[in-house]
Nanobody, 125 residues
Framework: VQLQASGGGLVQTGDSLRLSCVAS????????VVWFRQAPGKEREFVGG????????NYADSVKGRFAVSRDNAKNTVYLQMNGLRPEDTAVYYC???????????????????WGQGTQVTVSS
């Protein structure tokens, strides 16, 4: 599985960005693709995602109400719409995929075998 993340950039507080993650090398519908982020000096943290079987999207408390995950199976792409960006959202954002993950493990980085290269999001105050 190959994952290509894009869409990051330098924005100001309150701005919006949409990240994209294109997956290849596997039947897309069989993949759970989610988003993590990692700020300098901090551990990688779960941001949001939807299990491949559907259902309610999961989000970190810090982004609920501001970020939204969606997927387009026709384009093999998962999106992360980020609104109301804050300086504390500054991080490298990674998409990650798994064909076998169970819902209870969705937020664990160690559950994912496949990772994109990351895209930098910087929010200035």
């Amino acid at each position: 599985v190959q994952l290509q993340a894009s869409g990051g950039g330098l924005v100001q507080t309150g701005d919006s960005l949409r990240l994209s993650c294109v997956a290849s090398g596997h039947t897309f519908r069989a993949l759970t693709v989610v988003w993590f982020r990692q700020a300098p000096g901090k551990e990688r943290e779960f941001v949001g995602g939807i299990h491949r079987n559907g259902g309610t999207p999961n989000y970190a408390d810090s982004v609920k109400g501001r970020f939204a995950v969606s997927r387009d199976n026709a384009k093999n792409t998962v999106y992360l719409q980020m609104n109301g960006l804050r300086p504390e959202d500054t991080a490298v954002y990674y998409c990650a995929a798994s064909a076998t993950i169970i819902l209870s493990s969705l937020r664990r980085p160690s559950s994912y075998a496949y990772w994109g290269q990351g895209t930098q999001v910087t929010v200035s105050s």
